[in-house]
């Protein structure tokens, strides 16, 4: 995905994301984010394959699959998702370390109260830039 600047959220998207944040903790969940352009309209729970309270990693088949679901729909992989269980919805050192520069948008859930929010980010090794979400 290209520079982005507004992200469209299907507002059943951002609920499953809570949802799966809430499932998982206290440890991270993460998953991709499925859709055309920069329109959200699906996402694809993955497994956690370090299961930590701080950190996430994506497992490979989780993404394989997400790749062949949206591809069959005629959708691509806009990006990714992870939870913030006990922290702000802000990119955290190890979220920006691991980041690859020109990588696509990443939406951090954090559980913190008093209740959840959602925030999307373009990440890159040397900082991160806030996308604004729009609910459709």
Known sequence: ???????????SVRD??????ERE??????GLLIGTGT??????????????QNRFQINPADHFVAIRKARAAGLEVLGAYHSHPSSA???SPSDLAEASDGAPVMLI??????A???RAFMLE????????????
Do not use: F, Q, W, Y
Not at 2 to 11: F, K, P
Not at 41 to 52: G, I
Not at 109 to 114: A, E, F, I, W
């Open 116 to 118: 959840p929010v959602v």
């Open 16 to 21: 499953a994301l809570i949802a799966h944040a």
């Open 89 to 91: 919805a802000v990119p």
């Open 109 to 114: 859930v954090s559980l913190l109260p008093p």
């Open 125 to 136: 090794r040397s900082g991160s830039k806030e996308i604004r979400i729009v609910s459709v």
């Open 39 to 52: 329109s959200v309209t699906e996402c694809h729970p993955a497994r956690n394959k370090v299961a930590s």
């Open 25 to 30: 903790a206290p440890n991270e969940c993460c």
């Open 1 to 11: 995905m290209a520079d982005v600047n507004l992200l469209r959220l299907a507002a």
